[in-house]
């Protein structure tokens, strides 16, 4: 069965870096686009990027373009999410999600808490 699993959240201060995985398991990895939402609270779920099933396309939200780096290694079948100058904004549950057809899963999400 399909399984997604993030890791890699945790606390970190303004300015600073992280990086989030997400490992899959259960289906043909590097036939599938993957994407990284993220839900605050309080807040709706947002999508953040998406990257092709090879890697060669991506796309970003406007709220973190310039700043977060969606990549993918095929042959470890793991997604990342690369983020950069953090804001406290940015406090938030991530997920990484794929779409199969008409189904849909979700990893359990990691939190990031960005605060000084």
């Known amino acids: 069965q399909v399984q997604l699993v993030e890791s890699g959240g945790g606390a970190v201060q303004p300015g600073g870096s992280m990086r989030l995985s997400c490992a899959a398991s259960?289906?043909?990895?590097?036939?599938?686009?993957m994407s990284w939402y993220r839900q605050a609270p309080g807040k709706a779920r947002e999508l953040l990027a998406t990257?092709?099933?090879?890697?060669?396309?991506?796309d970003y939200a406007d709220s973190v373009k310039g700043r977060f780096t969606i990549s993918r290694d095929n042959a470890k079948q793991t997604l990342y999410l690369e983020m950069n100058s953090l804001k406290p904004e940015d406090t938030a549950v991530y997920y990484c999600?794929?779409?199969?057809?008409?189904?849909?899963?979700w990893g359990q999400g990691t939190q990031v808490t960005v605060s000084s």
């Open positions: 999600k794929l779409t199969q057809g008409f189904s849909v899963y």
């Open positions: 259960g289906f043909f990895f590097s036939r599938y686009a």
């Open positions: 990257i092709s099933n090879t890697g060669s396309n991506t």
